[in-house]
């Protein structure tokens, strides 16, 4: 299922330093839009918005940029200051709706592994994967069934299946998910193999050894 699309107001910016920090004071981010039908446009959007909408989740949504400039966009990159963490600059990549993109979408694991009532381990590995998909069918994550994994099983990009209109281009051998053994249970039969001492086992080095009948002292 598509995400339904989020409209950010934009305005037009002049270029420079200082006309960028004035906007900063002014709670405004410096912003750029491009893309293959569209020349660079300097842009500025609401700081608070911006952060609404910075994270992964986000980076393969749609957008609709209003005001000055009307387009739908993706989030390419938003820019933070190392210390305030606030955003300084934002890359709208514009879209061609009539052609794929490229985007990441969350891998979301569904079902109860068999192998967990084995005492396995269900690990996550991988919670990303990238598809080439048009922009208006962009799905919101892609669900995987972990119920058919047993202990020691593994799941992996070629085992998706991909919906209608989707692409998988992440690699196939890459691994999602894991059921794995504990650690712990694994290492207690070794180590208590070398616990346990060889039958007819020379005594230690140094024991006392008993004297013979009849020696001489």
Same mark, same amino acid.
């Given at each position: 299922m598509a995400?339904?699309?989020?409209?950010?107001? /934009?305005?037009?910016?002049?270029?420079?330093k200082?006309?960028?920090?004035?906007?900063?004071? &002014?709670?405004?981010?410096? &912003? /750029?839009?491009?893309?293959?039908?569209?020349?660079?446009?300097?842009?500025?959007a609401d700081e608070i918005t911006v952060k609404k909408y910075q994270g992964r989740k986000f980076e393969s949504?749609?957008?609709?940029?209003?005001?000055? /400039?009307? +387009?739908?966009?993706?989030?390419?990159?938003?820019?933070?200051?190392? /210390?305030?963490?606030?955003?300084?600059?934002?890359?709208f990549y514009a879209v061609d709706m009539t052609k794929p993109v490229r985007v990441a979408v969350e891998i979301r694991l569904e079902g109860k592994a068999a192998g967990l009532s084995e005492?396995? +381990? +269900?690990e996550h590995m991988l919670r990303d994967i990238e598809i080439e998909v048009l922009p208006d069918s962009i799905p919101e994550f892609l669900p995987v069934d972990v119920s058919h994994l047993g202990l020691g099983d593994a799941l992996h990009i070629s085992d998706v299946k991909a919906p209608a209109g989707v692409r998988i281009i992440s690699l196939p051998q890459l691994?999602? &998910?894991t059921v794995s053994v504990p650690k712990e249970e694994a290492a207690t039969p070794t180590a208590a193999a070398e616990a346990a001492p060889a039958a007819g086992a020379a005594p230690a080095a140094g024991a006392a050894a008993a004297p013979a009948a009849g020696a001489k002292k």
């Amino acid at each position: 299922m598509a995400r339904e699309r989020i409209d950010i107001p /934009v305005t037009k910016r002049e270029i420079g330093k200082h006309n960028s920090r004035s906007s900063r004071v &002014a709670g405004k981010v410096p &912003a /750029v839009v491009y893309g293959p039908k569209t020349s660079p446009v300097n842009v500025l959007a609401d700081e608070i918005t911006v952060k609404k909408y910075q994270g992964r989740k986000f980076e393969s949504v749609i957008f609709n940029l209003k005001g000055d /400039v009307q +387009l739908p966009v993706i989030v390419r990159d938003i820019q933070v200051h190392p /210390v305030t963490r606030r955003p300084i600059h934002v890359d709208f990549y514009a879209v061609d709706m009539t052609k794929p993109v490229r985007v990441a979408v969350e891998i979301r694991l569904e079902g109860k592994a068999a192998g967990l009532s084995e005492g396995g +381990l +269900l690990e996550h590995m991988l919670r990303d994967i990238e598809i080439e998909v048009l922009p208006d069918s962009i799905p919101e994550f892609l669900p995987v069934d972990v119920s058919h994994l047993g202990l020691g099983d593994a799941l992996h990009i070629s085992d998706v299946k991909a919906p209608a209109g989707v692409r998988i281009i992440s690699l196939p051998q890459l691994t999602i &998910a894991t059921v794995s053994v504990p650690k712990e249970e694994a290492a207690t039969p070794t180590a208590a193999a070398e616990a346990a001492p060889a039958a007819g086992a020379a005594p230690a080095a140094g024991a006392a050894a008993a004297p013979a009948a009849g020696a001489k002292k």
